[in-house]
């Protein structure tokens, strides 16, 4: 049994979900572990981790509109507003979903059910280069 | 040290919170390590897990309220509809609650509080089978 | 490689957010683990964990101010009122955040971004003791 570490970069274009289920997939394959669990953590709390449906593109689409009617930008009461009106927002919306994932590896690969996809929500409006730091015991 | 992988499937009958803690012991127990760690992974995304109360069931009836509110059935603005009213607020509720739980063991047993219990959160409105993956490594 | 286990308390003031991520790194970095995972898990369902930005201090503020406002007291829809009317707010704010935090341990140190601070985010108004159970492997 062993701990493996990997450090991987997403590049976002703004707001919405990126998948990047494959580049978890190809490094997992790679440390050819039988069994074990895998964490996937965020280094940001203005992007944050989410499990979706990977079939129909629409339902990240109106996942992304309901974080932006439930946390506005723009609200008044806001007091933290110096790093731009879609920060904080960012930060309520990062609260609400994932900063780390973990998933059980079974037959050296992800548990993951046919459905879903692993994506990078960004919540801030420009592009950014988000890292994430994976961990690997199996 | 070991990793020992099952799994488990919980039957729902519609939109609620259905609670699974003793499936969960069981197989912790039957399992024999003192220390350890147990990751529950639902391998769905319009069902999720949460630790809740386990005392007055009307906590879980409340909280089912609050997310039938906060992402409401029907709103007109959903892209996402072929698959029914029901099913793109479920993936907004599985987004804003669990994908997976780690709870550490100790003493042979999860180290759950006395008032926490374990559920499986069914966002759909027709009964289903769910699977859920569990890891637990000690 | 071997199991950790920790318990910590975190006493708070009411309502809001307590930094503890000292609390942690200082066990951690006690346990002279180069690589691992380490997991927090709160035995709660009136509070709960979330890591955010440890800058701004407005942050926390702001955060705690929207949960008020997204899960009021004194909703007259509430079934579970008997426990004061704090209670049922906190277990849907416990509910849209965290139970339990995973993060992988790099060269010896919890591999958090440099802006990311770990809080237990209480959500009662009257002062708590309030038990953490710490688990590392490595």
């Keep these: 049994m062993a701990h ?3 450090q ?3 590049r976002t274009r703004g707001k919405g979900l990126y998948p990047f289920t494959r580049d978890v997939a190809a490094w997992v394959g790679a440390q050819g572990a039988a069994t074990g669990l895998l964490t996937i953590f ?3 709390t203005s992007a944050s981790l989410v499990i979706q449906e990977n079939a129909d593109p629409d339902v990240c689409l109106d996942l992304a509109d ?3 009617r439930i946390a506005p930008e723009n609200d008044p009461r806001y007091r933290h507003t110096m790093e731009g009106s879609d920060d904080m927002p960012s930060h309520i919306r990062a ?3 994932q900063t780390h994932l ?3 590896i079974v037959g050296g690969r992800m548990a ?6 692993i994506y990078v929500f960004e919540h801030r409006s ?3 280069r988000r890292t994430l730091v994976l961990h690997l015991i199996g």
């Design 102 to 104: 973990s998933i059980p």
């Design 126 to 128: 420009a592009p950014q």
């Design 95 to 97: 609260g609400l979903t």
């Design 112 to 117: 993951l059910g046919t459905w879903q996809g």
């Design 8 to 10: 991987l970069e997403v």
């Design 42 to 44: 965020i280094q940001h």
């Design 4 to 6: 493996r570490t990997h």
């Design 66 to 68: 309901f974080f932006e």
